[in-house]
């Protein structure tokens, strides 16, 4: 055989610059660090990737509409029973299929003011009116939060730890939230990020969803597990919850490659602890590091940090984003959470991390 001959593109081809997918409107830089939607710089446990691949010679064939080894895979690992959880083409679609069970025209939803933006859209998209509660100090309000149901309130979301803000409330302030909500209200408790918080006085909410009618956990495995573009997520529940979600559901929501390859990540419980200590290494140094140079960061148990820009002619969060854009950074604008002059930015890569420290630092000279 010829090794030497081989097909060459024509003239020009080579010259392209690779196209760098995403919502990337960096405009200058190197290299491209997307910092901007909580992704793990660490990749997928290469056990899913191999389970992943390993469907590709079975795509004829339906899913199992139960999704029964993911859904034994997460009871496992959690030590639930599997007949209580309920997956999902990524946790985004167990807040909707909830929304749309439990909200109707008329009722409302509750959420906390900087809560994922998913919830509005999720109570307003299946007709009910969302009401958003004030937070105090970039945390949601306990108090706050059960001064705002009413009758026709039927759900509430609280994201623990909270998207955007990444703060979070104690074990004791959800058991307390739980409390005092009425038993015809569902209390969402959203635990996207549990598997990052290293705290004694967290708990995502497993023990509460045990012990009550009215309470379910949602969980992804889009953030630590790597997996966001298979989209899976699932959902722990009391018996009823589920029951309704299954009828509701599609039958064959989960798809094939989905279930193998998310219990194959959940079960590399090694490469979850190593993501989950790369952020463990890198949130206090990028926390303090950005504070060291004169900017706010609202403290974070989550893989990403709000930052808040000084409130001076080109030294805002638009300019700061342009700057980071420029240096091939690409993070989080806030305006849509109502947050213009603060940025998101993801714990990324070491590389990642000291390229936006230092682009910050000599942003603010
Ligand atoms: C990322 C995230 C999710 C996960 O969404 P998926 O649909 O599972 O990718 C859910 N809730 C919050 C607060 C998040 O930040």
Redesign the pocket.
Known sequence: MNSVVRPVPRSGILDIAPYVPGKSTATGGTKLHKLSS?ETPLGASPKAIEAYRDLAAKLEFYPDGSATRLREAIARAHGLGADRIVCGN????I?HLLTSIYVGPGDEGVYSEYG?L?YPIAITGAGGTPVKVPEKNFTADVDALLAAVTPKTKIMFL?NP??PTGSYLPFDEVKRLHAGLPPHVLLVL?A??AEYVRRNDYESGIELVSQSNNVVM?R????IYGL?GL???WMYGPEHVVDALNRYRGPFNMNAAAIAAGAAAIEDREFAARAGDHNETWLPKVTEALSAIGLTVTPSVGNFVLVHFPDRDGRRAPDADAFLQSQGIIVRRMDAYGLPNALRITIGSAEANEDVIAALTEFLK
């Open positions: 909580n990524g946790s985004d679609e807040l994922f998913v994201a909270n998207n959203d996207a990020y949602a992804t495995f889009s953030k966001a989209r899976i997520g």
